[in-house]
């Protein structure tokens, strides 16, 4: 009887630490989410960067995004995305087609996929600001 106590006991205390952890990591993909969001894309001159191939990445506690951005003529002419570690954000993706199109990255977030869309704008930036 004592060992089925301490097996529930345990399961119990599994979860709850699970929960905790789950909430933690969702919180500080806020947070950072929402600190990439202020950003300051429209600081970014694209008459004063090199043509060429640029590589960046960023994170924001649970999503990861790779890219690499072709720069031609002082216009975005493709974003290509290596790596996005994402939940439910895979939609964001569609983000790049708009950047291109735009020639710009203050574009607006993929309804529904905020976060991967703030991490995928500022993976790009840090590929064209180094």
């Given at each position: 009887m004592?060992?089925?106590k301490y097996m529930i006991l345990s399961a119990a205390l599994f979860a709850f630490l699970l929960v905790l952890l789950i909430i933690v990591a969702f919180t500080l993909t806020s947070v950072r989410s929402n600190e990439l969001s202020e950003n300051d894309y429209d600081s970014l001159d694209l008459a004063t960067i090199a043509p060429g191939?640029?590589?960046?990445?960023?994170?924001?506690g649970?999503?990861?995004?790779k890219v690499k951005v072709i720069l031609r003529d002082y216009e975005i002419k493709a974003i290509e995305i290596i790596s996005h570690r994402q939940?439910?954000?895979k939609a964001?993706?569609?983000?790049?087609e708009e950047m291109v199109r735009e020639n710009s990255l203050s574009v607006d977030a993929v309804s529904g996929a905020t976060h991967s869309s703030e991490v995928i704008k500022a993976a790009v930036f840090n590929a064209l600001s180094e």
């Amino acid at each position: 009887m004592e060992s089925r106590k301490y097996m529930i006991l345990s399961a119990a205390l599994f979860a709850f630490l699970l929960v905790l952890l789950i909430i933690v990591a969702f919180t500080l993909t806020s947070v950072r989410s929402n600190e990439l969001s202020e950003n300051d894309y429209d600081s970014l001159d694209l008459a004063t960067i090199a043509p060429g191939e640029y590589y960046g990445e960023e994170s924001a506690g649970l999503i990861k995004v790779k890219v690499k951005v072709i720069l031609r003529d002082y216009e975005i002419k493709a974003i290509e995305i290596i790596s996005h570690r994402q939940g439910r954000g895979k939609a964001a993706e569609t983000i790049t087609e708009e950047m291109v199109r735009e020639n710009s990255l203050s574009v607006d977030a993929v309804s529904g996929a905020t976060h991967s869309s703030e991490v995928i704008k500022a993976a790009v930036f840090n590929a064209l600001s180094e």
